[in-house]
């Protein structure tokens, strides 16, 4: 069974970068077909698609976020990471690493991060 | 981009109830659509993929159907733990190039 964990800092100032890293246990992030998303929801709101990585390496993102996402692979740490560039308030959201082959099949828990100064 | 819409917003029913849940896209979507469950604090579940095939160790009880814009996710007798929100998603083609998740119906207990 693929789990999936979260870390990262929970508080990130305004205009900074909020880093968040994800560890794959139960499975590997180079598994044939399988891609890694990031997807993250506001304080009671609904669900956002950020973007994900594909075991190939490559990127999509969210046309929304894009010129402030990268999304990377770190395949000898079985992980895959966040970095979201000029941070604001409304950036304030959990954070939820998933993973699947055609949808999101397996989910962190998701940590909050909240960009306050 | 495909918007995805849902109704209602909230679906107010009692435990034995049917819940029929509804997602139109704004655009075709074939088949590439998804029914997810969400419950306070916790991640959200994937039930339903392709429109109508249930995710490993969903109960029978959950259902989808529909293609192209209009779908929908029925409940054929509420559970006590069925109380939740559930949020349809689009992923455009395949490989995947795009994610949008519609806003999400409530299903609480009247």
């Known amino acids: 069974q693929v789990q999936l964990q979260e870390s990262g800092p929970g508080l990130v100032k305004p205009s900074e970068t909020l880093s968040l890293t994800c560890t794959v246990s139960?499975?590997?992030?180079?598994?044939?077909?399988?891609?890694w998303s990031w997807i993250r929801q506001p304080p009671g709101k609904g669900l956002e698609w950020i973007g994900c990585i594909y075991y190939s390496g490559s990127t999509k993102y969210n046309p929304s976020l894009k010129s402030r996402v990268t999304i990377s692979v770190d395949t000898s740490k079985n992980q895959f990471s966040l970095k979201l560039n000029s941070v604001a308030a409304a950036d304030t959201a959990v954070y939820y690493c998933?993973?699947?082959?055609?949808?999101?099949?397996?989910w962190g828990q998701g940590p909050l991060v909240t960009v306050s100064s | 981009e495909i918007v995805l819409t849902q109704s209602p917003a909230t679906l107010s029913l009692s435990p034995g109830e049917r819940a029929t849940l509804s997602c139109r896209a704004s655009?075709?979507?074939?088949?590439?659509l998804a029914w997810y469950q969400q419950k306070p604090g916790q991640a959200p579940r994937l039930l339903i993929y392709?429109?109508?095939n249930r995710a490993t160790g969903i109960p029978a009880r959950f259902s989808g159907s529909g293609f192209g814009t209009d779908f929908t996710l029925t409940i054929s007798s509420l559970e006590p733990e069925d109380f939740a929100v559930y949020y349809c998603?689009?992923?455009?083609?395949?490989?995947?190039?795009?994610?949008?998740f519609g806003p999400g119906t409530k299903v609480d207990i009247k």
């Open positions: 139960g499975g590997s992030v180079t598994s044939g077909s399988y891609y």
């Open positions: 655009q075709s979507v074939s088949n590439y």
């Open positions: 998933a993973g699947g082959i055609g949808y999101q099949d397996y």
């Open positions: 998603q689009q992923r455009s083609n395949w490989p995947p190039e795009l994610f949008t």
């Open positions: 392709d429109a109508s």
